[in-house]
């Protein structure tokens, strides 16, 4: 598909494909972290800690290289790369991608709460979608986030990314049908800024 696979790279933030190998260290990230994760992912039938094993990771990845191998998706290891060494820290997709006309697609993440607050997955998130527009060929970005999950709000709306829907029973998600508030963006709108990376670099000088 256009744009895959790549890796993409700022600072000691680093996007890749993910490999096999990276069973561990995501089933080890996600099971520690069920108290900050669980309440906004859809669930699948079995718990957490089986779901997030590494065995579990198999099907995972499976399903990340079926989604890439037919264009649906760009799925991306966040990694932090610090003295030398490089650590699984996250993830971040572009998945319900459609093309043609509509060239669009939604952005979904999550990172580590050891690493949150560092400006991590606004980079991440930057990396992803300037990809996205550029070597991606997409036009149009999404993501919809619970109106509750104020740390995921953050990272959209630091970026400037546009609040534009409100959701009604959107999803299922921790026992109920929730609401989501629907964000966008469309390449036009950073084109003249460099594209949304140069713009979440200067908006973090900006805060210092």
């Avoid at 718990?47 to 094993?53: K, R």
């Avoid at 997709?93 to 990172?111: L, P, T």
């Avoid at 991590?120 to 300037?130: E, F, G, K, N, Q």
């Avoid at 829907?165 to 036009?188: C, F, L, N, S």
Wanted: proline letters at 6%; a positive charge.
């Amino acid at each position: 598909m256009p744009g895959w696979p790549a890796v993409l790279v700022d600072g000691p933030v680093v996007l890749r494909p993910y490999r096999r190998s990276d069973a561990a260290a995501w089933s080890e990230i996600r099971r520690a972290n069920r108290e900050w994760l669980a309440p906004w992912e859809s669930h699948v039938p079995g718990g957490w800690y089986e779901t997030n094993s590494p065995a579990a990771f198999r099907l995972v990845h499976a399903d990340q290289r079926r989604s890439a191998r037919t264009g649906e998706g760009m799925p991306f290891a966040v990694c932090l790369r610090e003295t030398g060494r490089e650590r699984l820290v996250g993830h971040v997709n572009i998945g319900s991608i459609v093309r043609r006309a509509f060239c669009s697609g939604y952005v979904g993440y999550w990172v580590d709460s050891r690493m949150a607050g560092r400006g991590v997955i606004p980079t991440a998130v930057a990396l992803a979608v300037d990809h996205a527009f550029g070597p991606g060929g997409l036009h149009r970005i999404e993501v919809n986030i619970r109106p509750e999950n104020m740390p995921s709000r953050r990272v959209v709306e630091k970026l400037g990314f546009r609040e534009e829907a409100y959701h009604v029973r959107y999803m299922h998600i921790d026992g109920a049908w929730r609401d989501h508030i629907g964000y966008a963006m469309t390449g036009e709108e950073v084109v003249a800024e460099g594209g949304l990376l140069a713009r979440w670099h200067r908006v973090r000088d900006n805060r210092r």
